[in-house]
């Protein structure tokens, strides 16, 4: 694999850029390997990548029914945050923050990371009370937050309106570290590295089946052929609850639409990201001078990756209070993402009851942020049998009542 760089391109420029390698290959699959991930998302390349990064494995297949990066991956707000209130999330989230920002110079391609801070505004007392205690526990956790005012706020953020007509700005929890990155490029980025090491990415090629011999996986059926495996990592968001039904086993989890959009172009008017999580909405400015709006799920299952009026309207809405010059712009387009929701929305990284098969999943509507640190403990989990990062997220804690519940906690699960 040939290192992007400065030099790379101006030697390119001088030869009407015909050197350029593919950046991933397209190869058959094999008959066997030792594993098989499903999903070429972010967190299914990043298991990948650091399968073979920390642990050397390489045999390893990475299967996408349809194109990579086509999923979740390329349908999110792109906001990378740690601020978290349970401690294990709190520590899986800061792995991945942290990754983050030498992602660019480990994987030799610009993932666009920018630090530019993410703001959690307090909008009544009690979201005052609760973000002042997530500051303390931040501070016990390592992770670097602070609560600040609204006359910080406005400082940070001159388009807000502090008093808006329902719910005031109190105050914030500030994240100074956190930002965004380009969602795209995370998941080009990993691919390439993994097809570096060998490793094969295939591309609309879709799991109809699960192969056991007793309790054991031993491969795949798909519309390419039958692959054996030794292990099988199911990460597919919100359709692993199809795939763990093919496995033999259920999980628990819904799927539901989150959707988003972003506004026309504008001048840079802001430079961090800011959730509004009363109201339900959270927004950034892009590089090229979009507004990018989300806000929460949808309130009923569905596997829907198209936008709907009413939810965007109560989304607009909302945030037009807070950001009254939004009211003034044209929406450029909507989309919407399947995401696979837990009782406690927190994920779940764990040993399934078949023996070779590992689940990734019910990352919920904060997928993106995690991608770096899921990949790593995933990998560890699935190399080892065991990870520090992901040993609270098993299945088995709905059966024993351990709850890691970051919607209570944090009244938000983004």
């Known amino acids: 694999m040939k290192r992007y760089s400065a030099f790379a391109v101006a030697r390119e420029a001088l030869r009407n850029h015909m050197g350029w390698e593919r950046a991933w ?58 601020n978290y209130l349970q401690d294990a999330s709190a520590a899986i989230y800061e792995k991945s923050r942290s990754l983050y920002e030498t992602l660019s110079q480990d994987l030799n391609y610009n993932i666009m990371y920018s630090p530019r801070g993410v703001m959690m505004l307090a909008q009544t007392q009690h979201e005052v009370r609760g973000y002042e205690r997530t500051a303390h526990a931040n501070a016990l956790q390592g992770v670097t937050t602070e609560f600040i005012s609204p006359a910080r706020v406005k400082e940070l953020v001159p388009i807000i309106n502090l008093e808006g007509p329902r719910y005031p700005v109190l105050g914030a929890l500030w994240q100074a570290r956190a930002g965004t990155a380009r969602h795209d490029a995370v998941a080009w980025g990993y691919a390439r590295a993994c097809s570096a090491m060998g490793m094969d990415i295939i591309q609309k090629c879709e799991v109809t089946g699960i192969s056991r011999d007793g309790g054991r996986v031993t491969g795949v059926s798909t519309n390419r052929g039958d692959i054996a495996c030794d292990k099988l990592g199911i990460v597919v968001a919100g359709h692993s609850g199809h795939l763990a039904d093919m496995a033999g086993f259920r999980l628990p989890i819904e799927s539901v639409a989150l959707q988003a959009l972003v506004s026309e172009p504008i001048k840079p008017c802001m430079d961090v990201v800011v959730m509004a999580n009363t109201v339900h909405g959270y927004m950034s400015q892009s590089d090229k001078g979009e507004m990018v709006i989300g806000g929460g799920a949808d309130g009923y299952n569905n596997f829907t990756q198209r936008g709907s009026f009413h939810h965007i309207e109560e989304t607009v809405r909302a945030l037009v209070e807070t950001f009254p010059m939004i009211s003034r712009l044209k929406m450029l387009r909507q989309w919407g993402g399947i995401v696979d929701m837990t009782g406690d929305r927190s994920p779940i990284l764990s040993k399934t009851p078949v023996e070779g098969v590992f689940i990734n999943c019910g990352w919920g509507t904060g997928g993106f942020k995690a991608i770096p640190g899921s990949g790593w403990g995933f990998a560890e989990l699935m190399a080892k049998g065991h990870s520090p990062l992901t040993s609270e997220f098993g299945l088995e804690r709905f059966r024993e009542g351990r709850f890691i519940d970051e919607s209570v906690a944090a009244g938000v699960a983004h």
Do not use: Q
């Open 25 to 82: 290959a397209s190869p058959e699959p094999k008959k066997k390997y030792d594993v098989i991930i499903v999903g070429a998302g972010g967190h299914g390349l990043a298991t990948a990548y650091y399968l073979g990064k920390n642990f050397g494995i390489t045999n390893v297949a990475v299967l996408e029914k349809g194109w990579l990066g086509g999923g979740n991956t390329g349908r999110n707000t792109t906001i990378i945050r740690s």
